[in-house]
């Protein structure tokens, strides 16, 4: 079945550092979603992609689409402690199935 | 709007208990799913249904099952629990057609003894 590869599993950065996660299908994807979750919370929806080389951003992230539509990226610039939480992204391979990728776990230290 | 609402948020179950986890959204979406989320292991999906009378399975059905009588509920059913079910439920729709954002639920933590 497909599988969603996620790295790192852990980050911890020192506020105003940079951050990002990547993101690894092992099949060929519609289009990519990502979130983000909150510690305790649930998963709040951030951004979907794509296009092929699909480069999007919102303030200080930037969120990418690679070429062949199997892996993806957010980058968070200078990150800040309400950036803390878990970001996910979540491949769409056009058979309805949602499938999560193990995440990545970041912690700011102010 | 509600959004999703999932009940109840907190259960305790001994094993072999059967318990019902509840979804509901009130946003006419067509597609609705379950996902569990273990502490490494991200968010899996366990059954998703794309209408009123349609479900299939996702990555981790085994021990789940799922009915879609009415567009607003998707309701999760453990018949015997067990331990390795401990975890956080989510529930999560979307409007089909839409290829947009899945809406998710607050969770339900279910813990089996």
């Known amino acids: 079945g497909q599988q969603v590869m996620q790295i790192p599993q852990y980050q911890h950065v020192q506020e105003g550092e940079d951050f990002t996660t990547y993101c690894n299908s092992s099949?060929?994807?519609?289009?990519i979603q990502w979130y983000k979750q909150r510690p305790g919370g649930h998963p709040v929806f951030l951004i979907q992609?794509?296009?092929?080389?699909e480069v999007k951003k919102q303030k200080r992230l930037t969120f990418q689409f690679g070429e062949a539509k199997k892996n993806s990226s957010l980058h968070i610039t200078a990150t800040q402690t309400t950036d803390v939480g878990t970001y996910f992204c979540?491949?769409?391979?056009?058979?309805?199935?949602?499938?999560f990728g193990t995440g990545t776990r970041l912690k700011v230290l102010a | 709007n509600a959004g999703v609402t999932q009940t109840p948020k907190f259960q305790v179950l001994k094993t072999g208990q059967s318990m019902t986890l509840q979804c509901a959204q009130d946003?006419?979406?067509?597609?609705m799913s379950w996902y569990r989320q273990d502490p490494g292991m991200g968010l899996r999906l366990i059954h998703y249904?794309?209408?009123?009378?349609?479900?299939d399975q996702g990555e981790v059905p085994n021990g789940y099952n799922v009915s879609r009588s009415t567009t607003e509920d998707f309701p999760l059913r453990l018949l015997s629990a067990a331990p390795s079910q401990t975890s956080v439920y989510f529930c999560?729709?979307?409007?089909?057609?839409?290829?947009?954002?899945?809406?998710f639920g607050e969770g339900s933590r279910l813990t089996v003894l």
């Open positions: 249904s794309v209408g009123a009378g349609i479900t």
């Open positions: 979540a491949a769409f391979s056009g058979t309805y199935k949602y499938i």
């Open positions: 099949t060929t994807l519609s289009n």
């Open positions: 999560a729709s979307h409007k089909m057609g839409a290829a947009g954002e899945l809406f």
């Open positions: 946003m006419n979406h067509e597609y």
């Open positions: 992609l794509v296009k092929s080389g």
